[in-house]
């Protein structure tokens, strides 16, 4: 079995720690991705760590992660909110998916806090910064030794 989990992060989150850091904060995608990749090797885990703006690229990914991958944490960004094929994909995984969000969507807009992701994610961060997807490895680690 593969010891890798698929990082995969949707639109704008390149832009973090420059948009909006009242919300999300001062790290920038950079400082995620070395978190993720110091909790993974940790915990005897390979990180492949994703960013596109683009809809049809995460549901390649979620493909890809499939054959490579033993695990997801995903932050679909806005299309949690409006996505059904990024959903559909990772109901094609038969592995542990857990949605993670820096900001805690369900203290924002109204329009946020509907997820087509978290109906598929065995579970669902929010709100810690980028703690939680540290918190996520974490999980994902204990679940697939399971």
């Not at 973090?16 to 790290?27: K, R, S």
């Not at 400082?31 to 390649?60: P, S």
């Not at 944490?73 to 559909?88: E, K, M």
Request: charged residues 15%; hydrophobic residues 45%; contains cysteine.
């Amino acid at each position: 079995m593969t010891r890798t989990i698929f990082v995969i992060n949707g639109p704008n989150l390149n832009m973090l720690g420059t948009q909006q850091p009242e919300i999300y904060g001062l790290e920038t995608l950079a400082d995620i991705e070395q978190l993720c990749l110091k909790v993974g090797n940790e915990l005897g885990f390979n990180i492949a760590f994703h960013q596109t703006n683009h809809e049809g690229d995460i549901v390649d990914l979620v493909q890809l992660a499939r054959e490579a991958a033993c695990a997801i944490v995903i932050n679909p960004a806005a299309y949690t909110h409006t996505c059904v094929a990024i959903r559909d994909a990772l109901t094609a995984c038969d592995f542990p998916i857990i949605e993670v969000h820096i900001s805690n969507i369900h203290r924002r807009e109204p329009f946020r806090h509907h997820s087509y992701v978290s109906g598929v994610a065995k579970g669902v961060i929010a709100g810690l910064g980028v703690e939680g997807y540290a918190a996520a490895i974490r999980a994902l680690a204990t679940f697939v030794r399971t």
